[in-house]
Nanobody, 126 residues
């Protein structure tokens, strides 16, 4: 059974940093995509950062240069380093995984992902 568990969310001041972690259990596929999504109240879930099947990271324009996605396959953990946080980054952050091939824009398609975590809240105050 595949399980994803996020952690690291917190309340921070604008300009601060956070590192989110996603512990992945039971996912043994050699082909995969993994990504971070976020959802603010009243808004649709949006892709933030992802690692495609070619293992090349992709970022939403709104976070480029501020967020960095990485993974430690030995630990089975996906990370999202978030720097220079802004109030508009406030949202519930989710990690997601799928064993299907994905590249480019498909990395940020919510329907492409089968496995989701429960989310971790990030709140950025001005």
């Amino acid at each position: 059974q595949v399980q994803l568990a996020e952690s690291g969310g917190d309340s921070v001041q604008a300009g601060g940093s956070l590192r989110l972690s996603c512990a992945v259990h039971g996912f043994t596929h050699s082909t995969y995509c993994m990504a971070w999504f976020r959802q603010a109240p009243g808004k649709e879930r949006e892709g933030v950062a992802g690692i495609g099947s070619d293992e090349v990271p992709s970022y939403a324009d709104s976070v480029k240069g501020r967020f960095t996605i990485s993974q430690d396959t030995a630990k089975g953990t996906l990370y999202l380093q978030m720097n220079t946080l802004k109030p508009e980054d406030t949202a519930m952050y989710y990690c997601a995984a799928t064993s299907t091939w994905c590249l480019g824009s498909r990395i940020f398609v919510t329907g492409a992902y089968v496995y989701w975590g429960q989310g971790t809240q990030v709140t950025v105050s001005s």
